[in-house]
């Protein structure tokens, strides 16, 4: 059974940092490009940050030079650190696999809420 179990998420003053965590299991993570979704009320849900099995990374324009993504593989955990949080970085951040390749499909985590106070 899939699980991916987000962490670390809360309410910071702008300027702020923090550091979400999802662990993973039930698939081939080492395998799999892992992601950070978010998305804010009434708006859709939008790509943050991806991380390849080879460790490529991706990010959104809006969080390029203050998020970094990355993975541990022996822990089956990825994590986002964000620094320097705008209030615009207020959303629910969801954890993503993409088992497209493997499986045909994506997995997602329950999500964490991050709230960034001006």
């Known amino acids: 059974q899939v699980q991916l179990v987000e962490s670390g998420g809360g309410l910071v003053q702008a300027g702020g940092s923090l550091r979400l965590s999802c662990a993973a299991s039930?698939?081939?993570?080492?395998?799999?490009?892992m992601g950070w979704f978010r998305q804010a009320p009434g708006k859709q849900r939008e790509l943050v940050a991806a991380?390849?099995?080879?460790?490529?990374?991706n990010y959104a324009d809006s969080v390029k030079g203050r998020f970094t993504i990355s993975r541990d593989n022996a822990k089956n955990t990825v994590y986002l650190q964000m620094n320097s949080l705008k209030p615009e970085d207020t959303a629910v951040y969801y954890c993503?696999?993409?088992?497209?390749?493997?499986?045909?499909?994506?997995?997602w985590g329950q999500g964490t809420q991050v709230t960034v106070s001006s």
């Open positions: 039930g698939f081939s993570f080492s395998l799999t490009t």
């Open positions: 991380v390849t099995r080879r460790n490529s990374t």
């Open positions: 993503n696999a993409d088992q497209t390749n493997l499986v045909g499909r994506y997995y």
